[in-house]
């Protein structure tokens, strides 16, 4: 039940980034086509943009924040697999050492 609602905002996120950079590309192609001399037209792209941000400025925080909660996630999973990795190595290496000393003590010298 828990991986269905992570999943879920995960397609939620994605699809409201995927959606967000629709618009701004949109935006951003259409000012930079239309015929129009550069100055007007980058400052309707600079107004469009400020009017952009301010009209999903929420959406595009709660997207930032969901976006650097799964980056958190993903580091905190990967670093315990890194812990559990290199705990099975030293694990590993611990009882080899033990084989070994238990070898060197069979033979009388």
């Given amino acids: 039940?828990?991986?269905e609602v992570t999943?879920?905002?995960n397609k939620s996120l994605a699809f409201s980034l995927g959606?967000?950079?629709g618009v701004v590309g949109?935006?951003?192609a259409g000012v930079l086509y239309a015929p129009k001399p550069g100055e007007e037209s980058r400052r309707q792209l600079k107004e469009a943009a400020c009017e952009l941000y301010e009209k999903n400025?929420?959406?595009i925080l709660e997207a930032k924040k969901q976006a650097l909660e799964s980056v958190d996630?993903?580091?905190y999973k990967l670093e315990r697999?890194?812990?559990k990795f290199n705990n099975m190595i030293k694990s590993k290496k611990l009882q080899k050492a033990k084989e070994l000393e238990g070898a060197d003590n069979d033979f009388d010298y």
């Fill in 1 to 3: 039940m828990k991986g």
């Fill in 7 to 9: 999943m879920c905002k």
């Fill in 19 to 21: 959606l967000l950079a």
């Fill in 26 to 28: 949109g935006i951003i």
């Fill in 57 to 59: 400025s929420p959406a």
């Fill in 73 to 75: 996630l993903a580091k």
């Fill in 81 to 83: 697999q890194f812990r």
